[in-house]
């Protein structure tokens, strides 16, 4: 079936269930809202096609070249394109829900606002790919490259990206609530604003990266690593950080009743933090800057607190038990409230 075929049978509306092109040659053919769904076209060149609008659900594209097609808009539910060239197209506010995509060249591709919900994107390679606002939930991204991806504002909550590795992406308020990143790898990512609240992050490494005003409340960093990361003002509230090394800007960040438990903090910067009552007996806080922190009903027993500034920190009714503070600046830390404390203590007379 020649092109022009193609498009008379199109134009009579005939049925493309059955219609088998595997392997045409359809390059910088206009299929502008054409209806192709379910059709073969596996190893088919789309190559610079306009599918602008088209429907393609169910249809069978592995193996096919549709790289700088524009398919934005275009309906591929449940499609097949395993192991096809996607690099440059144009795919945003598309409908993939359910796509089969291992192993798809998707680099430069731009997928923003597109429905990838329950995708399998297993193996896929996503460099450079636009996937800002993308709907990805429940989607498979296993073995998935995404360096300097932009998925700023997707949605990516519960996925399992454990032991995923992601070079310059931008996850600027993108949603990953409960997601697995348990040794994922974030080096010098943007998470600006991001969602981590309830994540686990076992182990993960965010090296270099900006979490300023981040949300990991209820987050598992047991052992990550926070080597050099920007996080002024994000949250840990509730999080457990046991072991964990926080070595970065954490000015006014909030971790009232964490868990960091032998974590370490040598140098951290964390003046005007919220660290009301957190855990930290055997934390590493040496030459750490908690000027003006607020450290009331904190347990800080046997940790390291040597060099430390504590410069007008609140120590109300802070545990430090056996803390080393040698060197530590205490000047203006004010320490536990004896009036406050009996309030807080106080319990309304039995009936």
């Not at 144009?90 to 089969?100: E, I, P, Q, T, V």
Request: glycine share 12%; hydrophobic share 45%; with cysteine.
């Amino acid at each position: 079936m020649n092109r022009q075929e193609l498009l008379d049978l199109l134009d009579q509306g005939r049925d493309t269930e059955r219609l088998d092109l595997t392997g045409a040659d359809l390059a910088d053919l206009d299929l502008s809202g054409r209806d192709l769904g379910a059709a073969t076209l596996r190893g088919a060149s789309l190559a610079g096609a306009s599918l602008r609008q088209s429907r393609l659900a169910g249809a069978d594209l592995a193996q096919a070249r549709l790289d700088g097609a524009d398919l934005a808009g275009a309906d591929l539910s449940g499609v097949s394109l395993d192991g096809a060239d996607l690099r440059g197209a144009d795919l945003s506010g598309a409908r993939l829900a359910m796509a089969r995509l291992p192993g798809a060249r998707l680099g430069g591709a731009r997928l923003s606002g597109a429905d990838l919900r329950g995708a399998d994107l297993s193996g896929a390679d996503l460099s450079g790919a636009v996937l800002s606002g993308a709907d990805l939930r429940q989607a498979t991204l296993r073995g998935a490259v995404l360096s300097r991806a932009d998925c700023s504002g997707a949605e990516m909550e519960g996925l399992s990206l454990a032991g995923q590795r992601f070079a310059g992406c931008s996850f600027a308020k993108t949603f990953l609530d409960k997601a697995d990143l348990s040794q994922a790898r974030f080096e010098g990512c943007n998470l600006f604003m991001a969602y981590l609240d309830g994540a686990l992050c076992r182990e993960a490494v965010f090296e270099g990266c900006d979490l300023t005003q981040a949300s990991l409340a209820g987050a598992d960093l047991s052992g990550a690593s926070l080597l050099g990361a920007k996080a002024r003002c994000a949250h840990f509230d509730g999080g457990q950080a046991p072991g964990a090394t926080l070595h970065g800007d954490f000015a006014m960040a909030s971790f009232e009743r964490a868990g960091l438990a032998g974590a370490d903090l040598d140098g951290a910067l964390l003046p005007n933090a919220i660290l009301t009552g957190a855990s930290l007996p055997g934390a590493r806080l040496a030459g750490a800057d908690l000027s003006r922190a607020d450290l009331s009903h904190a347990d800080l027993t046997r940790a390291d607190l040597s060099g430390a500034n504590l410069t007008l920190a609140n120590l109300h009714r802070t545990v430090l038990q056996d803390a080393v503070l040698d060197g530590a600046a205490t000047e203006g830390a004010r320490p536990t409230d004896p009036a406050l404390a009996a309030a807080e203590d106080w319990t309304p007379p039995p009936a």
